[in-house]
Every structure is written in structure tokens, then in C-alpha cells.
T-cell receptor
Framework: GNSVTQMEGPVTLSEEAFLTINCTYT??????LFWYVQYPGEGLQLLLK?????DKGSNKGFEATYRKETTSFHLEKGSVQVSDSAVYFC???????????????FGKGTLLTVNP | NAGVMQNPRHLVRRRGQEARLRCSPM?????VYWYRQLPEEGLKFMVY????????ESGMPKERFSAEFPKEGPSILRIQQVVRGDSAAYFC???????????FGQGTRLTVV
């Protein structure tokens, strides 16, 4: 079956620090990989995605590269801001034929707090 | 274009009562998904519906839980005879088709006392 493992939080950083949140996965087939962000009191928003090996997703200064050889999709940002404080979820979705290509499998989430 | 709307945002029920959670998908979206987030856990898939049809309910508990998406009106997730273990955040998402981006609502936080 599918599973996603992401680093345990909480993560606390100072503004302008470098961020890495690790994510590894187990999947059958050819998954697409996603990072979602949940700001306080809001729903999940898609932050970035990658659909095949070696693709790099990027948005709002965040990046993640789909590494098939290490089954990883680590989230990085060079300089975090207070407004980046949120919960970050790594997720995957199987693609292709065979059904269930609508179902997202999520990690447990990582709470990031950025202090001024 | 309004996003996915869920209500209520917060719901408190006593053990044994019924909980009804509503989800209005984005305009033009006919695919609805429900996910549950238990404390300290990631979101877990519950059910996938299209208008008037349940496509996949493999993540739904076998008893007390049901979902519908009628021809008119919002999708409803119903939990009968709630127990403390049902306390969680319930998220709805919608999409225009499968394998397309799913947009999430803000969630309903159910507390069973």
C-alpha cells in the first residue's frame, strides 16, 4: 500500500533561516507528489507538486525535487518568513490506469513556527 | 468563484447524538472527497462521491457513518450515535475530475463530549 512519512515536528526557526522538511514515501505505480500547507484556521492549500522523477516543484520560494532513487520529496526554502508559519503536509497520489487515481495519501504534517 | 464551503466550522455533540457535516463544492466541480484528520495524524481518505453516486467508500467506518451527494444541494457526511473517538477534523475537497487538483475546504472540527 501507499504511505508517506515526514519529519516530526514541531520545527521552530528564526526569520531568514533555511528550512528543510523531510518526506519519504512508499507507493505502487507511478505517484505524483505534493506539498500542502495549512495556515492557522484555514483549509489545506496546494503549495507545489511534481508528477515524475527528477521534476522540481516550486512556489512562493519553496522547492521540492521528486527523487525516485531515494523515494523522497523534501521541502526546502532558503529564507523563511514569519508568514510561513503553518502546518505542512506531504502527500502522494497514484496515477495511471487501475483506479484510485483520485485518492491522496498524506503524511502526519509538520508544524513550522517562524519567530521574528 | 467561491472556494469549497464547509459548515459548520465547529460542531459539538454529546455521545449518542447525530452529527451532520455539509460541504458545498466549488462551482463546476462534480467530484467530492471527504477526509478525516484524527489528533496527531495525517488526513485519511474516507469517501469519494459524484452527483448521486458513491464511487469509493473504502475509507468509511462500516457502521454509523454515511455520505451522500444529492443532485441538488451540498454533500453531507452523517455520523450517527457519535462516540468520543469520532472527535476529529473532517475535510471536504472537490475537483472537476479525477487526477486533477483537489481544492480543500476549511474543515469541520467535531468534538464529542
Amino acid at each position: 500500500g501507499n504511505s508517506v512519512t515526514q519529519m516530526e515536528g514541531p520545527v521552530t526557526l528564526s526569520e531568514e533561516a533555511f528550512l528543510t522538511i523531510n518526506c519519504t514515501y512508499t507507493a505502487t505505480g507511478y505517484p505524483s507528489l505534493f506539498w500542502y500547507v495549512q495556515y492557522p484556521g484555514e483549509g489545506l492549500q496546494l503549495l507545489l507538486k511534481a508528477t515524475k522523477a527528477d521534476d522540481k516543484g516550486s512556489n512562493k520560494g519553496f522547492e521540492a525535487t521528486y527523487r525516485k532513487e531515494t523515494t523522497s520529496f523534501h521541502l526546502e526554502k532558503g529564507s523563511v518568513q514569519v508568514s510561513d508559519s503553518a502546518v505542512y503536509f506531504c502527500a502522494l497520489r497514484n496515477e495511471g490506469s487501475g483506479g484510485s487515481n483520485y485518492k491522496l495519501t498524506f503524511g502526519k504534517g509538520t508544524l513550522l513556527t517562524v519567530n521574528p | 468563484n467561491a472556494g469549497v464551503m464547509q459548515n459548520p466550522r465547529h460542531l459539538v455533540r454529546r455521545r449518542g447524538q447525530e452529527a451532520r457535516l455539509r460541504c458545498s463544492p466549488m462551482k463546476g466541480h462534480s467530484h467530492v472527497y471527504w477526509y478525516r484528520q484524527l489528533p496527531e495524524e495525517g488526513l485519511k481518505f474516507m469517501v469519494y462521491l459524484q452527483k448521486e453516486n458513491i464511487i469509493d467508500e473504502s475509507g468509511m467506518p462500516k457502521e454509523r457513518f454515511s455520505a451522500e451527494f444529492p443532485k441538488e444541494g451540498p454533500s453531507i457526511l452523517r455520523i450517527q450515535q457519535v462516540v468520543r473517538g469520532d472527535s476529529a477534523a473532517y475535510f471536504c475537497a472537490s475537483s472537476p475530475g479525477t487526477s486533477t487538483e483537489a481544492f480543500f475546504g476549511q474543515g469541520t472540527r467535531l468534538t464529542v463530549v
